[in-house]
T-cell receptor, first 118, second 113 residues
Framework: NAGVMQNPRHLVRRRGQEARLRCSPM?????VYWYRQLPEEGLKFMVY????????ESGMPKERFSAEFPKEGPSILRIQQVVRGDSAAYFC????????????????FGPGTRLTVL | KQEVTQIPAALSVPEGENLVLNCSFT??????LQWFRQDPGKGLTSLLL?????REQTSGRLNASLDKSSGRSTLYIAASQPGDSATYLC????????????FGTGTRLKVLA
């Protein structure tokens, strides 16, 4: 059972370009979370999605950032018109669900995508 | 609003020492607490997960305890080795809301050979 997959692992963009980060959850997981780790800072929650639904986007910047988790395919975190301050590691995590069973809420993290904005 | 603090921010110890890393949180209504390890430029490796009904978890040389009432968790590392050098992160999942993880800023550990 493959773990959470993220691609690309490294992404370089110039200011003003768009960045698309992909996350494939573990098999059988229907919940996806995105976190951002700015240089020398801790990980911060950005958004929580289930298939075709955004459940909690309280950590997403109001502009330029969007996320989706379509019925088929990976979850996408999209950053439009990137700026240098967007340079960070972006981690995706998945979980089976939010039931009451043991481990339902444990999140499994991908290796991250390191975005560098020139 | 849940806040997670880790002390110390950095720690340097000689090989073989037993050490304790601390994590405190402001809202005791948590669902889980989890300890991770992060190597420089790498992803997260899960070490131990403690559910709110548990007091501790053990794995090899690692032992994590949880005291919800005081808002504290400790990660105990026995007989430290240079390979333990990494940043250790604790994260809590609050029992209200959407089960997102709230991370501390980490303790950067260096074990000297």
């Amino acid at each position: 059972n493959a773990g959470v997959m993220q691609n690309p692992r490294h992404l370089v963009r110039r200011r003003g370009q768009e960045a698309r980060l992909r996350c494939s959850p573990m098999k059988g997981h229907s919940h996806v979370y995105w976190y951002r780790q700015l240089p020398e800072e801790g990980l911060k929650f950005m958004v929580y999605l289930q298939k075709e639904n955004i459940i909690d986007e309280s950590g997403m910047p109001k502009e330029r950032f969007s996320a989706e988790f379509p019925k088929e395919g990976p979850s996408i975190l999209r950053i439009q018109q990137v700026v240098r301050g967007d340079s960070a590691a972006y981690f995706c995590a998945s979980s089976p669900g939010t039931g009451g069973g043991k481990g339902d809420n444990e999140q499994f993290f991908g290796p991250g995508t390191r975005l560098t904005v020139l | 609003k849940q806040e997670v603090t880790q002390i110390p921010a950095a720690l340097s110890v000689p090989e073989g020492e037993n050490l304790v890393l601390n994590c405190s949180f402001t809202d005791s209504a948590i669902y889980n607490l989890q300890w991770f390890r992060q190597d420089p430029g790498k992803g997260l490796t899960s070490l131990l997960l403690i559910q709110s009904s548990q007091r501790e978890q053990t794995s090899g040389r690692l032992n994590a305890s949880l005291d919800k009432s005081s808002g504290r968790s400790t990660l105990y590392i026995a007989a430290s080795q240079p390979g333990d050098s990494a940043t250790y992160l604790c994260a809590v999942i609050t029992s209200s809301g959407t089960y997102k993880y709230i991370f501390g800023t980490g303790t950067r550990l260096k074990v000297l050979a």
